[in-house]
């Protein structure tokens, strides 16, 4: 390596060559090799075969070819033999990655701020309409007479920014709901979905048709 | 066209989403192919292997706690898979292999550089190194793995890694040497 004052600092960006190539190392570290590179012209020769085996080894490993179909046969007929999984419900993380997986940044940027101004809006709608249960003849809340405070099934749902006062009424009225609590954080609000528990292949049945509705923009089941 | 992460195709995989699994075997079954042929040698063998891989990936997806990259994860079940192979094997079927893997070295360095370009003897001598040696030299480049990474897979400290890495690119060189390339490192 290198034979200077500055030998082992020389020595160690020597080691980070193959990731520099790559293009794997962190932001700080790159920029040392850089700055390395630019005033070390024996580095530099050295990085050069460094491409060069990084650019061998791509070839190499791309001539190798692909499985035959048989792999893929294989795995899919052992995993049709494996026993029924029961359907586990993701993590709150895994469905907000996933909800954020399918959103560019650029309609990530217009969503925040759409959704920031809906929830401050649906708060306030959604606050007025369970204020006005029992009077208005829709649907009921949480504080009806005819159901105990507990007793049900109940879902966490929030709703689309883009759905009205009137969607989110209409939605209440025709599936039988009421919210029991909400809008905590990110807008979310706890409904009760039915009078009585139910059993979990009919709320899987029920998170699919909620999330298939346009109202909801996020639902799960809770306790 | 937006696609879904690894990290979700694996949160679906864990319900039992024959889909993602589609989805994720199409995107990697490749690379992990490569990655484990390069180390068990053997075409039968590695595709055996990525099913054993992938499978194993479908059983323990509901464990993936996200703490590296899921191909970073699928890496490090492939190489205990390919290990385990290579341990299984009868002797004198690894003694084949390798007397196929350095029975190209017969020629002398001048008639190897007359028959082949430099690229090509820089391949045949990335072929040539130990299996220690291919593994670092192919997660680093072909797989893209940082240091951290490779420890992972591996099971190393990042230190050894690196150390790894620079004895392997020795090697190389030596190797070149003796079919009279001399890159005048290290």
């Known amino acids: 390596m290198t034979s200077d004052k500055n030998a082992p600092e020389m020595d160690s960006i020597e080691e980070l060559l193959p990731w520099h190539a790559a293009g794997t190392l962190s932001r700080r570290d790159a920029e040392r090799v850089e700055a390395a590179l630019a005033r070390d012209p024996e580095l530099a020769r050295r990085f050069a075969l460094v491409r060069e085996e990084f650019g061998a080894t791509i070839t190499l490993n791309e001539t190798l070819g692909a499985p035959s179909a048989r792999a893929m046969e294989d795995l899919f007929a052992r995993i049709d033999a494996e026993p029924a999984r029961a359907r586990r419900a993701p993590g709150f993380g895994a469905r907000i990655a996933a909800f954020f997986d399918g959103l560019t940044p650029r309609t990530l940027a217009w969503a925040s701020a759409a959704a920031v101004l809906a929830i401050v809006l649906q708060a306030g709608l959604i606050g007025v309409m369970v204020s006005k249960s029992g009077t208005t003849g829709g649907y009921e809340t949480a504080s009806a007479p005819t159901t105990a405070p507990g007793v049900g099934a109940f879902t966490i749902i929030r709703f689309a920014p883009q759905a009205t006062m009137d969607d989110i009424n209409r939605f209440m009225e025709m599936n039988h709901f009421?919210?029991?609590?909400?809008?905590?954080?990110?807008?979310?609000?706890?409904?009760?979905?039915?009078?009585a528990p139910?059993?979990?292949?009919?709320?899987?049945?029920?998170?699919?048709?909620?999330?298939?509705?346009?109202?909801?923009?996020?639902?799960?089941?809770?306790? | 066209m937006q696609t879904s992460s690894d990290e979700v195709l694996i949160s679906r995989i864990a319900n039992g989403d024959r889909l993602a699994m589609q989805v994720l075997f199409a995107r990697h079954h490749v690379r992990v192919y490569r990655f484990v042929l390069r180390l068990v040698r053997n075409e039968a063998t590695a595709e055996d292997?990525?099913?054993?891989?992938?499978?194993?990936?479908w059983r323990q997806a509901a464990k993936f706690e996200g703490r590296s990259a899921v191909s970073t994860w699928m890496l490090g079940i492939a190489r205990f898979k390919a290990l385990s192979a290579l341990r299984r094997k009868p002797e004198q079927e690894l003694d084949e292999e390798t007397a196929a893997a350095i029975e190209d070295h017969s020629?002398?360095?001048?008639?190897?550089?007359?028959?082949?370009?430099?690229?090509?003897?820089?391949?045949?001598?990335?072929?040539?190194?130990?299996?220690?040696?291919?593994?670092?030299?192919?997660?680093?480049?072909?797989?893209?793995?940082?240091?951290?990474?490779?420890?992972?897979?591996?099971g190393i400290p990042e230190a050894t890694v690196k150390t790894r890495m620079f004895y392997a690119r020795k090697k190389l060189s030596e190797l070149l040497k003796e079919r009279g390339i001399d890159r005048g490192w290290p």
Do not use: N
Request: with cysteine; charged share 25%; glycine share 6%.
């Open chain 2, 49 to 57: 292997l990525i099913s054993e891989v992938f499978l194993d990936v």
């Open chain 2, 107 to 154: 020629d002398d360095p001048e008639v190897t550089l007359a028959k082949k370009d430099k690229g090509a003897v820089l391949r045949e001598c990335l072929t040539g190194l130990s299996a220690e040696h291919r593994e670092i030299v192919d997660l680093v480049y072909y797989h893209e793995k940082s240091v951290e990474e490779v420890a992972q897979i591996v």
């Open chain 1, 178 to 195: 009421s919210v029991v609590a909400g809008p905590s954080g990110g807008g979310l609000y706890k409904v009760r979905v039915a009078d």
């Open chain 1, 198 to 223: 139910l059993a979990s292949s009919d709320m899987s049945a029920l998170m699919q048709k909620l999330q298939a509705d346009k109202v909801v923009g996020f639902a799960a089941p809770t306790r």
